[in-house]
């Protein structure tokens, strides 16, 4: 049996950090490599579309965190995910540098008007040829919703809201006809009126009564991508998500959230070869295994405890600075994304005596609670290859480290070996992010 082959996206917010802490510090973070201009993305593209990545995908924050401490003034000092700027617009640079690398850009419901989005999603899958992938959140943290001026609501109902949401937008995108413009010179018509319907919707959460604006794109509707991990969470990426992108530090805590994902899909009478499920990663590797290991205590001098605990204390919703760093982590009560805390009491759980919260900060700050996979590029494959066989990975999302320097680690040395093992593309097969993803 040929070997099953692997997707892969890149993480990274349009941030500084850009997810673990203080990379921007690193010696060999590029000068003048800055997110918030188009060479950072074009170069990026470029890098990943070498590496026949699936997609580039962007996370996202509405509102910087504030957790710690109760105040702003940490988050922006250690630049803790802060300045970060709006993800979508993003989309058109990487596609313009690119053919075939997908875009995946995080979007809150909670944040928008159903109509609105669709029709930016829809503009913006014209724009990139059928790349666009839309990762459906609904906001985690507090702040995103003062910020807006909407009280936050608890979680089903953000998740009932976020389905009526996602029905809505498939009515929308769904309300053209292929076939629909014929753009014929000789009878003066543009569109044929008969093959478009108009949305009449009246729901619990959203009303709207439309001719939508914009023509049948390439993809119809963007590669949809969730990433709860409640069952609320798992529910809901059950029913709509094509891409399923969670965080599990070992084989067979992969392989149960696999079984348990693919057991809701067929609950939710959906086809399972329909759905892939990617794990987040952090890879740091080098030639020989040495000089991964120099590499990675290169990567640990930068974490600043006081810097993940920042992060960590936005991400989960509970405030570390109430502890002392050398107190043991225990659970806590936390209102944010629990996936990245469970994770890492998982880690500590393994570890002799366990973690104290420095030693959960320091493992944080490096690798969001997933696991870290530090080697040679052969040493790098062979775990690659057991999360995928053995826990039933279909994919990698790929954390950095230091900009552009560890993408380019993992094209140039990682690639070429999973590539020999036929498990990383050649070519692109199709035109899409949708063909190319579920390509054999
Ligand atoms: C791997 C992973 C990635 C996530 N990425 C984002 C993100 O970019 N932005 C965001 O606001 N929430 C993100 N979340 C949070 C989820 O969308 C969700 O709000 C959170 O996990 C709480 O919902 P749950 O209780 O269903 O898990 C992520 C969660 C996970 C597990």
């Given amino acids: 049996m040929a070997a099953k082959r692997m997707i892969f996206s890149a993480i990274l917010l349009n941030s500084i950090a850009p997810i673990p802490d203080g990379m921007w510090r690193h010696p060999r973070a590029a000068a003048g490599y800055d997110f918030a201009t188009p060479e950072y993305w074009e170069d990026l593209a470029r890098t990943l579309e070498r590496g026949g990545f699936d997609a580039v995908f962007l996370a ?12 702003h003034d940490p988050t922006l000092q250690f630049g803790a995910q802060c300045p970060i700027h709006d993800p979508l617009m993003v989309a058109p640079v990487v596609a313009r540098a690119s053919r075939h690398l997908g875009i995946g850009v995080t979007v809150s419901t909670s944040a928008e008007y159903p109509y609105q989005l669709a029709r930016r999603f829809a503009t913006l899958d014209h724009l990139t040829g059928g790349r666009m992938g839309w990762n459906v959140i609904t906001s985690f943290n507090e702040g995103s919703f003062r910020a807006l001026g909407i009280e936050q609501p608890p979680r089903e109902e953000r998740y009932a809201r976020a389905d009526e949401f996602l029905n809505l937008c498939y009515e929308l995108w769904d309300s053209w006809d292929e076939d629909a413009v014929v753009a014929d010179r000789d009878s003066g018509t543009y569109t044929d009126p008969a093959k478009v319907k108009l949305v009449d919707h009246e729901g619990k959460y959203f009303s709207c009564r439309a001719l939508f604006p914009v023509k049948p794109s390439p993809q119809g509707r963007p590669v949809i991508w969730q990433a709860g991990s409640s ?16 965080i599990q530090q070992w ?36 030639e020989t295994e040495a000089a991964a290991k120099a590499k990675l205590a290169e990567l640990e001098g930068l974490v600043r405890v006081e810097g993940a605990l920042v992060l960590m204390s936005g991400i989960f ?16 009560a936390a209102t944010g994304v629990r996936a990245g805390l469970e994770s890492i009491l998982a880690a500590s759980e393994r570890q002799e005596g366990g973690f104290t919260i420095a030693d959960a900060a320091r493992l944080y700050g490096l690798s969001s609670g997933s696991p870290l996979v530090v080697g040679s590029p052969s040493q790098v494959a062979d775990t690659l290859e057991e999360f995928a066989d053995e826990g039933g990975a279909d994919g990698f999302n790929l954390l950095p480290t230091d900009m552009p320097g560890s993408y380019r680690d ?26 190319n993803l579920f390509q054999p």
Avoid: C, N, W
């Fill in 317 to 332: 919703g509970y405030d570390f600075s109430q502890h002392d760093p050398s107190d043991p982590l225990t659970d806590v």
């Fill in 410 to 435: 993992f094209v140039d040395l990682v690639i070429p070996e999973l590539r020999r093992r036929g498990r990383v593309r050649t070519h692109y097969a199709g035109t899409t992010l949708r063909e």
């Fill in 60 to 71: 996202d924050l509405l509102h910087p965190h504030e957790v710690y401490r109760g105040s």
């Fill in 251 to 286: 084989t067979p805590e992969m392989r149960a959230f696999d079984d348990d994902m693919r057991g809701r899909i067929a609950a939710a009478g959906r086809d399972q070869e329909k759905a892939r499920v990617m794990y987040q990663l952090q890879v740091v590797t080098g």
């Fill in 231 to 246: 069952p609320e969470g798992r529910d809901f990426a059950a029913r709509h998500a094509e891409l399923i992108f969670a």
